[in-house]
């Protein structure tokens, strides 16, 4: 009964519908890639003119000025404001964490008070140092790899 059921032509049916799917699915495929890399060659398009819009709007000279009015005003806050500020006797309010004793060998544990101290001069702190060092890094860099292309 069986092989009265699997004839030739019931096979070959099968077989076309099987493989008729199959190119079917990868033709869809296909489709739907391209459909998608359109979609992405489109975006990239209308990201380019925005970008294009925006260089039109606010050139790449301004952006030149602005990081050189950064690093002038680091290099005045570094080099030139700790010799100029003192002359002017202009009181700066610092802050400082005092840490009291703890009574009976750490048996009570010690207590944080916060004290602010007027000095008079200029605060040069950590964050001065590390900012110069990084814009001095910075600028070296950029120039070594200017020379190297």
Do not use: C
Not at 67 to 90: D, E, H, S, Y
């Amino acid at each position: 009964m069986l092989t009265s059921f699997l004839t030739v032509e019931f096979i070959s049916m099968v077989a076309s519908g099987i493989v008729g799917f199959i190119f079917r699915s990868i033709a869809e495929k296909q489709k739907y890639e391209q459909d998608r890399f359109n979609r992405m060659l489109d975006a990239l398009k209308q990201s380019d003119k925005s970008m294009n819009q925006a260089v039109k709007r606010v050139p790449v000279d301004v952006g030149k000025v602005v990081r050189r009015v950064i690093v002038l005003t680091i290099l005045f806050g570094t080099i030139v404001a700790p010799f100029l500020l003192p002359f002017f006797n202009i009181p700066v309010i610092v802050e400082n964490q005092e840490t009291s004793e703890s009574i009976f060998w750490g048996l009570f544990g010690s207590s944080n008070t916060t004290v602010y101290h007027q000095i008079y001069g200029f605060l040069f702190t950590q964050e001065n140092r590390q900012i110069l060092l990084t814009i001095v890094g910075f600028y070296f860099g950029n120039a070594a790899a200017a020379r190297k292309t």
